[in-house]
């Protein structure tokens, strides 16, 4: 199976700050990558798909970035609702595998 | 508003069985493929199964074939999931998830868009 790689696993920022998490694959997946972000007792919700394409409803101040086998999820300025897990998955391969997770804390 | 609601979740002796349902409203439910993906307790993310629109067509992770049964019946806007053979591991938060295209294909195994709210199941003696 394809294997999908956060990092870091988990940060300390603050309000305001400029977030980037990074989500490695062990094979080329092509731009077939979402990001997904999980708050504590709820389920996910979706960010982006396509590496690039915000989800409908989803601020701006989400953006992602990336093909083949490097992505990025960047937070432009981070607001006291954005303090959850942020996962990564790929869904070019057969299983859509999940990366680990970043957790995003104050 | 799109919405799924899970229910049958549970506790559950080791070798025993559990249907999972997930309702949905707000969308054309046979238009979509579905998925459900599981979360243990403190754990990532983990696809289990889907299913194509019309549910002719089903995949499993690896660790649920042959086990696990995933199915829909549009008439009622219902997703379900039959879970036999459970072991402790199956234990898991497991959420239905709505993707944005009808069936997989051969290198597209997913976009989801829409997730229930989960419902617990605990395998345990």
């Known amino acids: 199976d394809i294997q999908m790689t956060q990092s870091p696993s988990s940060l300390s920022a603050s309000v305001g700050d400029r977030v980037t998490i990074t989500c490695r694959a062990s094979?080329?997946?092509?731009?077939?990558l979402a990001w997904f972000q999980q708050k504590p007792g709820k389920a996910p919700k979706s960010l982006i798909y396509?590496?690039?394409t915000l989800q409908s409803g989803v601020p701006s101040k989400f953006s992602g970035s990336g093909s083949g086998t490097e992505f990025t999820l960047t937070i432009s300025s981070l607001q006291p609702e954005d303090f959850a897990t942020y996962y990564c998955q790929q869904y070019r391969r057969y299983p859509p595998l999940f990366g680990g997770g970043t957790r995003v804390e104050i | 508003e799109v919405q799924m609601l899970e229910s049958g979740g549970g506790l559950v002796q080791p070798g025993g069985s559990l249907r999972l349902s997930c309702a949905a409203s707000g969308f054309t439910f046979s238009g979509y493929a579905m998925s459900w993906v599981r979360q243990a307790p403190g754990k990532g993310l983990e696809w289990v199964s889907g299913?194509?629109?019309?549910?002719?067509?089903?995949y499993y992770t690896d660790s649920v074939r042959g086990r696990f049964t995933i199915s829909r019946d549009n008439s009622k806007n219902t997703l379900y999931l039959q879970m036999n053979s459970l072991r402790a591991e199956d234990t898991a938060i497991y959420f239905c998830?709505?993707?944005?295209?009808?069936?997989?294909?051969?290198?597209?195994?997913?976009?989801?868009?829409?997730w229930g709210q989960g419902a617990l199941v605990t395998v345990s003696s």
């Open positions: 299913i194509s629109n019309s549910g002719v067509n089903t």
């Open positions: 094979q080329d997946v092509s731009n077939y």
């Open positions: 396509a590496a690039s």
């Open positions: 998830a709505k993707d944005i295209n009808t069936d997989f294909w051969s290198g597209y195994y997913g976009v989801l868009d829409y």
